[in-house]
């Protein structure tokens, strides 16, 4: 019942930079830990950032993002944003939101979690 719908995504020269965003519609009385993962066609989903949903839970990142991407989101709302810096070409990839459970792991997550339909995000000169 719940969807999530992201926004943002498009074409940017290596070391540019992008905000992605992700809101949830529908009613829902919970509050979600929240998190973007990415793939590359014919590889495996790979994850990116996460962030729970308690105002004292700090965000995890990917070391291959960390110091160039920052997830945040507003307290008691379940929407979620990603900023992203100095990309490279090899983050190039569908970026996926996701809601429910806090995990690294893609396995953990893909029968659990609500998921977005996924922006491209190209990084290419």
């Known amino acids: 019942q719940v969807r999530l719908v992201e926004t943002g995504g498009g074409l940017v020269q290596p070391g540019g930079s992008l905000r992605l965003s992700c809101e949830a519609f529908?009613?829902?009385?919970?509050?979600?830990?929240m998190g973007w993962f990415r793939q590359v066609p014919g590889k495996d989903y790979e994850f990116v950032a996460s962030?729970?949903?308690?105002?004292?839970?700090?965000?995890d990142y990917a070391d291959s993002v960390k110091g160039r991407f920052t997830i945040s989101r507003v307290s008691g709302r379940n929407n979620v944003t990603l900023q992203m810096h100095s990309l490279k070409p090899e983050d190039t990839a569908v970026y996926y939101c996701?809601?429910?459970?806090?995990?690294?792991?893609?396995?953990?997550?893909?029968?659990?979690?609500?998921w977005g339909q996924g922006t491209q995000v190209t990084v290419s000169s």
């Open positions: 996701t809601a429910g459970r806090q995990s690294r792991y893609y396995a953990e997550l893909k029968n659990k979690n609500i």
């Open positions: 529908g009613y829902t009385s919970s509050m979600y830990d």
């Open positions: 962030i729970s949903w308690r105002s004292d839970g700090s965000p």
